[in-house]
């Protein structure tokens, strides 16, 4: 099997992104697929903003995996820079090769020429494997998450 190109995705990438973000039983609650234009500007702001990646995972020319990254320059922890984790998925066929610590791993090193101090993430609570797996790449559960939906 072929070696995954990670890149930054670009706007043909977006449907395959949408349909692994729906691939799931909490993404097929909050995604709509059938409607492209929210996902597209989206993709407009991020694509505009220096402080985002929004990669892919390309393998034989197919998109096979995402995650986003933000940098965030901050005052806390004496004027620490951060990076957060968002929206990491690796298409069904992918699972479980490796895939998705190779994309966690390319994060980390990115985290780290950015010279952020900290690399932090959240995950839906009934995510039991996910926290395993964050857990094995050696992230700790160190604090509570709250959202408010607005």
Known sequence: MNEPEIRRATADDVPAIMAMLADDPLGAQRESPDDPAP???AFERLAGDAH????????????VGTLQL?????LSRRGATRS?????????????????????????????????????????????????FYERLGF???????????
């Open 39 to 41: 996902y597209l500007a």
């Open 52 to 63: 985002q990646r929004l990669m892919v995972a390309v393998r034989d020319g197919q998109v």
């Open 70 to 74: 933000t940098i965030v320059p901050g």
């Open 84 to 132: 957060i984790i968002e929206g990491v998925r690796v298409h069904a066929d992918e699972r479980g090769g490796g895939l998705g610590t190779r994309l966690i791993e390319w994060a980390v090193e990115e985290s780290r020429r950015e010279n952020c101090r900290m690399v932090q993430l959240t995950s839906d609570i009934t995510r039991a494997d996910a926290h395993r």
């Open 140 to 150: 700790e559960a160190t604090h509570v998450g709250f959202k408010l939906p607005l």
